[in-house]
């Protein structure tokens, strides 16, 4: 990956949100009832409960059509998905709930602190939807998740941790997951991402300096999870394309790292106190530009 930031500008250049279905691949299995369908830009992961479907976070609205096609490949319907769980506040994690919802008729939970800006939405985020499309909408959570709440559906139980600093409200999620006959301990981290965070840009949007110091303790507060299948709310937080295809060559173990976890949040610590040091025009310069076709070798 070189000297490209995972945590920085990955967001998708003009040429692919115009065009969207340019970031669709066909989902695939992480673990025996875990899937990734998501697109090259927004993650979506699929628990099949035993007592239906649960999807963690959406992509933007103009992602829906890939991830509507990407449950049919795996042989789900929408119909079938029963919870919709948002990590955190921001378009490309909950742009297309409100019409899913529509269609399936599941539940939707968001963190509470979060919750507030789905129903008094913030002039950044009302911004934030129109940069990233058409189409994105707010919805109304039907549950409000507080730090140690779980989520339960069939075999499936999901501990959800505040984390904030992403945003006020990020959620990070954990639960245990059947590979190869064995049981697994998956966590996802709610939002890593930290050029928001600028003296500047919190400034501009309205939001309290103090995310700046709480991005830190998040950290620190999941550190010692135990996390054996470590997911990405972005899919090249965890490389999970890379994971798949050594998969596809035969590495059937891909997923499975009970190091990666603290590799991720060591390096997403780093980069976060070089980045404080770093001056407006440094921050420009430095990400000033999307990498996000560059990671993955695009022309």
Known sequence: MGSISRFGNMNPPEEYMARPYLMDREPFPIADHLFFVGNLWCSSHLIDTGDGLILLDTPCACGLPGLIR??????????????????????????????LQHMSGAKTFIGKIDAKDMRHPPEYLIRMGKNFGHYNEFFIPDVELEDGDEISLGDTRIRCVVTPGHTSGVMSHFWKTRAGGKLWNVGIYGGAGFLALSRENLK????????????IRSIDKVWNEKVDIMLGNHPFHNDVYQKHQRVENGEKDAFIDPEEWHRYLGGLKQEYKDFLELSPEEVAGRFGKSRLLEYYGIP
């Not at 449950?71 to 994690?93: E, F, M, N, P, W």
């Not at 501009?204 to 709480?214: S, T, V, W, Y």
């Open 204 to 215: 501009k949007n309205g939001q309290p300096l103090i995310l700046r110091e709480e991005f």
């Open 70 to 99: 990407n449950i049919g490949l795996l042989g789900y319907q929408v119909r079938d998905i029963k919870y919709i769980v948002v990590s955190h506040a921001h378009t490309d994690h909950y742009g297309a709930v409100a019409a």
